[in-house]
Nanobody, 124 residues
Framework: QVQLVESGGGLVQTGGSLRLSCAAS????????MGWFRQAPGKEREFVARINWSGDRPYYADSVKGRFTISRDNAKNTMYLQMNSLKPEDTAVYYC?????????????????WGQGTQVTVSS
């Protein structure tokens, strides 16, 4: 069982930056493939980024590639999402997720554990 808690969301202007954190409970964090998803009002939850257990294989949605950076610190049981050059269309609730495997894909159905979400709002 893994419990996830996101933090770092907030209100930022277009072009600004935010860093989200996802703190995980338990001693098995390094065994879990991790990902970030987001959900805007009236839209389905969508994939943002994912990362393998060792942190050396990140993967991004085309919409955030070159602007967002996913990383993890297994010693601290924490995953991060550095978001730069933010746009109004990045406004959403951001969720971190963990899979019960060391590799997973971009579908939300592949992740078993979810945080409660943190709101990111980008003003124009």
């Amino acid at each position: 069982q893994v419990q996830l808690v996101e933090s770092g969301g907030g209100l930022v202007q277009t072009g600004g930056s935010l860093r989200l954190s996802c703190a995980a409970s338990g001693r098995t964090f390094s065994r879990h493939y991790m990902g970030w998803f987001r959900q805007a009002p009236g839209k389905e939850r969508e994939f943002v980024a994912r990362i393998n257990w060792s942190g050396d294989r990140p993967y991004y949605a085309d919409s955030v590639k070159g602007r967002f950076t996913i990383s993890r610190d297994n010693a601290k049981n924490t995953m991060y999402l550095q978001m730069n050059s933010l746009k109004p269309e990045d406004t959403a609730v951001y969720y971190c997720a963990a899979a019960n495997t060391r590799y997973s894909g971009s579908s939300s159905s592949e992740y078993q554990y979810w945080g409660q979400g943190t709101q990111v709002t980008v003003s124009s």
